[in-house]
């Protein structure tokens, strides 16, 4: 019994041995201990894929950090992993966030740190005019500070059928601007049958709450549109809001409009050919060119002449997501220092350049923009020159440059379920609105009272 | 020959039953005590604040008309789930234990969707009847249906229905196949002789014998409706639309994981393991006692 735990015990040293003796054999290879910064993101597919690859040829171009990318679900369950590793004080450095979650991480003092900070700490230059005006508006804070790094930024356009539009004696060149004619459309498309329904849209709070406030200057609440901190209320239930829900709502008795879901799924109802209109992310541009079997178009988001001055629509306002850096009591400088050189490195012309071009996204950087410009890229590519008319070069108000409310993913979802309902004849346009104020309101309230410190 | 086999060491029954009662502790009471603790203190997201709100929680849920028809809802879909899983599954065993020829291959076909995950059966499920391009949709719609259950909520109920039943009833097929074997055929023979009819014999002999494995499987699919089922509501309709087909485990996700109200998320799932108890409980307490054993 002895004897033989004695030979255990020596094999186990001596297989420890041939471990050590193999490490230290390895370890001079390595050359020298690279710092390590983690970075969670929220895209699959070809942008995921793109992504990592700015990453490893970073890592490539320097010795000192090395970016490990990985992907924890979609923005909604991959905060909450990143809250839990917060709790637990191992949150990744950086974190690629959606556009609605910017309120809460505002909000979440001491575990995020604004990025013009983080550049401060690392001695680096960090200059927010370097970012085009719309996502510096959405990203930063009243003294000009920016909270995140604009990454994947993109407008809500409007994509027709033009294969349906000439079946219903439309025409396809020339694609409605504004919502009546939008309607009519829709209506024109329905009575001669040319598909099954007239138009839908995808991210229904994004583009008909947000993105239509922002093309109309009509603000989503007060204090700046909640960009000047917390004890914001909403103004939801007002004349245009109620206008907008209840135009989906009648339209969706004759299939002139027919609701797709909360998400993108509505996306496939145009590219099988039974809507001849969707209201989409400019990104959603890939996917259509790929799948769609027909001739389509893309146009502006449309808006209601009379209400707007001099019947002149507003810009739209940015999506997407940005990148956002972390705080946790034992970072160092070093590791900051290696957040802002790749955030350097992706906010380079080159990087941002082709990240644009392969993905549909906008440049989020105006040396980008112009390179592209330069280059002839927007004019050489029907479709792309829609999203930047509309938002970089579009007519900017007080109202334009994006909102900031805590809890507003929750609050989309609010308005997606009263908005269902309304939809499915349940309630109308105002009692919709005046419920989602209710419930809206009531959430920000509790975030107010949970962030008071 | 009652020969009793005997350890004389003190210690070795608790190391022998350590590795269960380690994993017990680890994985369920500790995650349960957790949530009991949070669901009285009301906390932002990111820990930075973190105040004690007594009952709080459990007061505003039930001050909300949200929850209680979140409850009502989940009864509703969990008899239907359970019904819908079990009576086809019985059907199916009774048809597969009198097919002689090729008896294997039946039971093989009828076991394989136990094999496969919630989440790609919700997905299988959203693919046939996705109004845009599934197969089922296109059948539907050529009949005149107005299908569309991003916006209809009874279709979307109907569809999370049915395709968390579909998951389980192989599972249920496979217990009730295993129980009508082994009910003794004499007995069956017995009743042939006495001139009893098919439906006569199953409904007084086959059905009362099968009662135990019934009363086991109506837990175990009570407890599967209630908690299972959140990968294929997820996959499918993500408790939409305006809340049709949010049941209670799915509220408790949302609000935890989508909206990081820890506090209410909490206190829900407390209440969703009350409401799991007192299942288990009535269950075995009354259910049992009409079981022929």
Redesign the interface.
Known sequence: MLSKRGTLKKSFLSLSAVFLLGSAAVSPATAQQRTEIQMWMGLTGQAGELLTKYTSEFNASQTEYRVVTSFKGQY??Q??AA?AA??AGAPPHIMQMFDAGSG?MT?????IIPVSEVFKKANLQFNPADFIPPARAYYSLPNGDMLSMPFNVSTAVMFYNKDIFKKAGLDAEKPPTTWPEVIKAAKTIREKNASACGFTTTWLAWIMLEQHGARHNIALGDKNNGKDGSGASLDLNNKANQRMVQTLVDM?KDKSF?????SN??A??F??G?CGILMQSSGGLGAIARDAKFQFGVGQLPYWPDMVTAGKPYATTIGGASLWVFNAPNRTANEYRGVAQFFNYLKSTPVMTDWAKATGFLPATNAAFKSMQDEGFFTKNPGRDVPVVQLINGRQGPNTGGYRFG?W??IR?VY???V??A??G?QNAAEALHNTQRRGTALLR?FD????? | MDRKVFFPQKILPYWLLAPQLIITLVFFIWPAGQAAYMSVLQQDAFGASVQFVGLENFTALFDESDYLESMWRTAYFSIAVTTLAMAPALLLAVMADRVVRAATFYKTSLVIPYAIAPAVAGVLWLFMFNPAVGILAWVLKEWGVDWNPALNGGQAMTLVIFAAAWKQIAYNFLFFLAGLQSIPKSLLEAASIDGASNATKFWTIVLPLLSPVTFFLLVVNMVYAFFDTFSVVHAMTGGGPAKATEILVYKVYNDGVIALNLGSSSAQSVILMLIVIALTFIQFRYVEKKVHY
């Open positions: 909604p369950e905060r909450a809250v917060y709790r809460d909000a979440a003092k001491g575990a969706q027919d609701y797709g879901g909360r799924d509505a496939a109802k590219i099988s039974e809890r993913v929750e979802d997606h379920e009263e269902e309902k939809l499915q349940k509790a009272a949970q962030n008071r410190s």
